[in-house]
DNA sequence: CTTTAATCGAGACGGTACGTCCCGTCTTCAG
DNA sequence: CTGAAGACGGGACGTACCGTCTCGATTAAAG
């Protein structure tokens, strides 16, 4: 698990008395995946995670303010998996990263737990930072890591301005991402390798020109 | 409103006994906006919206089967609003349209209610079906409008394929939808006529080469 | 079924329209202590009355009150059974009232309904009339024949007062029936012809002289 | 309050966790006869009691099974009222008896409480056990108390026959209590002096001995 | 070796909402 | 006007979880 686990995150711990136990943390974020994948969101109850983790509802609680914040945690560990093998070309760079999304959003906790707590989080304001942070940054980072690679290659021109620069990345991130996602839990259509292939086409002529004219 | 709208579109319904109140469905669904908007999808209760609709608790449960249903049909109503008005090139058509969708995922009562139940969706097949019909299809239906706009100036070419024309929709479809939401709800910023301007921009570029490549 | 079943005993009746159905009269009544062994007094609802009685709610409530007065007309009917054949003696006479009283609050549905509406009538006056006309007179009755039979044969001497007999009778009619349900009801115990002897004896003969044959 | 009033008597609790609170037994008790004197036995609500408790209704289901299950533990505690002073001698001691129980019979909250838990008991088997451990045993007590007294004075013989013994002790008792509930209830005239005096003529003497004195 | 202090499991606590059942009334249509 | 059908507003039900709070029992580092 990744360092920043309990909300504050490592609250003062003045030394003394019996240390947490780590197994603890892992159980419970295995059994938090357990469950999601087996009843749901919305009917995933504290006590159920902790009856399956077999470990006290007190337990739980003193580790993480509540449920959003336990699911976050406990999916976010899944996209450290993330990777962009280089596929020698900006465009089979995109298919790659299409479909490393898709992956991600065709397992069922990911799917469910996602859009859960991007709801929660809309008016939930630390959340929203925990997600980006434990999340989404985690995603953008392919894009950027794919944008770099296609400027080394050539293919697109090197960037002369770093607002501008941060501001197309935002927008090709959330088209990327948005797409995906749209297709795979709205539409609810498979995210397969003939989609990859057609969105690519699309965003990448569209890339093209929008570099030149910008 | 749309006829058919109850979970099972109207069983039957052989006569005999005090017939439905019509005026009973249009207060619970102003009320489910209501509450949406003052505590939230995740604190919205059915019971809070009886009191509020001045109607016993039965008579919700009578119509809609849980929470995520009724949630649907109370925001569904907000998708009729959705025009796409001539504005004279399909690039102002679909700046339009963005700037109209993200209208709406602005609003308090559609911005969290609409990613919750999507995320419900995920583990309840009916939902699902309910959400396609009474929510996506209607935001479709602007897409292609706007594409036999476009083909009727010239703008785009005619379709020579039913399929691959309603594939390429779908496409566009999830492409725009997706980049919006994700823009609105998981980056959290704001969608306003300069992003609008410059996803057009990257959208069109892609899909005149697209059109020329098919 | 006797007179004045409905609460106000014939409400005016100004003809025309269509006749009430005696059918449905009998029907409820029977439905009634089909249910009450069923499913007790306290689960017993009108509607499950209406539904067994293949009647509609509405005309339940348009010939009866409530549920007590439903079932205490439903038990009355039972009452009118009541009879005491001359055995030729004061203490079979007494031992056959006892047994008759047994026999009825043998059944399941008198069992049942009787403590119950003997409850409710405690903190509802008109039910207590109601049950004082339908039922407690109806058992009386038997202690005041058997009383004139005796003085006939010259077992008792006949009531120089009527006043104070009316106060005995009372008070003979309180302690056999009030044994009677007590034994059955309370201690649980079947009233045999054996209980029924010893009963007797005791009540004729006294406490001193049963201490003094034991 | 007697030890092992509970549904379970305390069933093998194995320690760990919080202790069930003792205070909260005694307010929901004394919460249950206020609730009884006010709004009576079918309209008393297990939401109401443990509001006027200040407890919650959840720690009011853990200990009890329901309704009928209260309410006879809560009148129970009033049965522990009860004693027998020596008043001198048998007929004055059985007086004693009548009159406290009628005592106890006139109080609200016993009064409609003990024949609707009778009626319930008509149809639930531990609902009948518990009454005769917690109430009707409380009561047979004080009868067998009597007649030791009396054998004491030499009023009565002592009993050569345990088994016979019993039996007559239960017959005095059913013919004691069930006179004094059925005047008290059914009959709804007041159990005072006057009344008890003549009970007990009828009950020492017998019949026969009060035809002849009349 | 103790002490000390925070942990652990267990489970009761005051609450809130659930979804169901029944109440007694009302509204419609059919005879 | 009656009767079946069934929706209506209302209220209580008994259950499930919530997040908090005692408990006694570990458990390890500090004294």
Chains 1, 2, 3, 4 share one sequence.
Request: proline share 5%; aromatic share 4%; no cysteine.
């Amino acid at each position: 698990m990744v360092a920043g686990m309990q909300s504050p995150p490592t609250p003062a711990h003045r030394p003394g008395g019996r240390p947490r136990s780590a197994a603890a943390d892992a159980a419970i974020l295995e059994a938090t995946r357990q469950v999601l994948v087996e009843i749901g969101w919305s009917k995933l109850t504290l006590g159920a995670v902790a009856t399956r983790a077999g470990v006290a509802k007190t337990t739980l609680y003193r580790r993480w303010a509540g449920k959003s914040e336990l699911v976050v945690d406990a999916v976010a560990e899944l996209f450290d998996e993330l990777e962009l093998p280089d596929r020698g070309s900006l465009a089979a760079d995109i298919e790659g990263v299409v479909l490393q999304f898709a992956l991600l959003l065709g397992r069922p906790e990911t799917k469910t737990a996602l859009m859960a707590v991007v709801a929660e989080s809309t008016t939930d304001e630390p959340l929203r930072h925990r997600i980006r942070a434990s999340i989404v940054d985690r995603q953008k980072r392919l894009v950027l890591a794919g944008r770099e690679r296609a400027q080394a290659r050539g293919e697109l021109p090197a960037e002369p301005d770093g607002v501008a620069a941060a501001r197309t990345a935002d927008l090709i991130f959330d088209v990327i991402a948005g797409a995906v996602v749209h297709r795979a839990l709205v539409s609810a259509e498979p995210v397969d390798e003939e989609w990859a292939r057609r969105f690519t086409l699309l965003l990448l002529d569209g890339l093209a020109a929008a570099a030149a004219t910008q």
